[in-house]
């Protein structure tokens, strides 16, 4: 962490920098990457003018990711933390309830992260919260875009209670993450410098690529393709029931695509820390000499995209590929094991989808 301090002190990375860091571990998705890049390189100019006690223009870049399940939204994130050397929490908004009712208060979040930090309040305050499933806070009600409808704990007084957070403000919150109710240990954590990046699929509004069915005929390739270039607008997320306030404070909105073949196939194989390498390792241990051929990956990879898991089914789907190989390894020694187009078919035959949604 003083490492990192010292290096922000002296010139943040740059978004190049930072794009490149990402490119090793986050397949396709550039538009994504290089805008998360920026907003990640404004946060660091801004955090260091504070730290010079410099007065400066420079608003929060807090981030919206919006993709379908399987993007890269969580991954891109948690890279961004190790990048940046920064405190990192994950949470899901679909836990939190508006003040005053059963719950979690959005402080608790922030508790998260603190305790991430080791309880330092100082790295606390520029680290990065991971909001996943904000969709899921939309408005419910139906009642005036005033908020005059009836109550909505669950939606958009999350949204209200998130506002605060969002735009920077000194908060207290719990020392103590399972003791949220106990009032009497409590810190002060000011969030003006902590970076909230909030992801959702919005999948009524990202599955504009199938509207109408699939193109068929002559000119339906380029149909489908400006389809594909179609991007989300404010309105859009404001008629989906995301208040207005909300994001206004959210001001870089990234929107990630659907990954091909092509991209779920590198994710499985470039990657320093790609699951195939994790499988070669596990088996050299047990001096196995692991092949993965790429008639097999491709196999993985299209059982993948016929199911809309995208890059998150791999692992799930790869473990139930070799789960009678590890079994069997240890009493297995000094073989060659080829993990090929037929093998993977007859592992996948016998697959339920609910093992992989679960």
């Not at 006690?53 to 993007?71: A, D, E, F, V, Y």
């Not at 991971?130 to 409808?149: C, L, M, P, S, Y």
């Not at 389809?227 to 008629?239: A, P």
């Not at 299209?302 to 692992?315: K, P």
Request: charge should be negative; proline fraction near 3%; glycine fraction near 8%.
């Amino acid at each position: 962490m003083e490492s990192s301090a010292r290096r922000e002190e002296a010139a943040p990375l740059t978004p190049r920098e930072i794009f490149e860091r990402l490119d090793r571990f986050v397949i396709g998705q550039d538009a994504a990457k290089r805008a998360v890049a920026i907003a990640a390189h404004n946060h660091l100019k801004r955090i260091q003018a504070r730290r010079m006690r410099r007065q400066s223009l420079i608003k929060k870049s807090n981030i919206l990711l919006i993709g379908p399940t399987g993007s890269g939204k969580t991954h891109i994130a948690r890279n961004l933390a190790d990048i940046l050397q920064v405190p990192f929490t994950t949470v899901d908004a679909t836990e939190y309830t508006e003040a005053g009712y059963y719950g979690k208060d959005v402080e608790v979040m922030v508790s998260d992260l603190l305790f991430k930090a080791n309880h330092s309040v100082e790295d606390t305050q520029r680290g990065i919260i991971f909001i996943d499933e904000v969709d899921k806070i939309a408005r419910r009600t139906q009642g005036a875009r005033n908020g005059a409808g009836s109550r909505d704990i669950g939606g958009e007084g999350v949204q209200q209670s998130l506002l605060k957070l969002l735009e920077g403000r000194e908060v207290h919150v719990p020392m103590n993450v399972t003791q949220a109710w106990n009032k009497s240990d409590f810190v002060q954590v000011d969030t003006r410098d902590i970076l909230f990046i909030c992801a959702g699929t919005f999948s009524d509004l990202h599955d504009f690529g199938d509207e109408g069915g699939r193109a068929m005929g002559f000119g339906s390739d380029a149909l489908t393709a400006k389809r594909k270039e179609k991007r989300i607008s404010t309105k859009q997320l404001v008629d989906f029931g995301m208040m207005a306030e909300f994001l206004g404070r959210m001001p870089v909105l990234v929107q990630l695509e659907r990954l091909g073949e092509s991209d779920l196939l590198r994710v499985l194989t470039e990657p320093p820390d790609a699951i195939t390498r994790e499988f070669k390792e596990l088996l050299s241990l047990d001096e196995i000499e692991l092949e993965f051929p790429e008639s097999g990956l491709r196999e993985v990879v299209r059982y993948s995209m016929s199911r809309g898991l995208g890059a998150r089914g791999l692992r799930s789907i790869l473990e139930h590929v070799m789960s009678d190989i590890m079994f069997e390894a240890p009493e297995r020694r000094h073989r060659q094991v080829t993990v090929d187009a037929e093998f993977v078919k007859a592992r996948l035959a016998s697959l339920d989808d609910v093992e992989l949604n679960a």
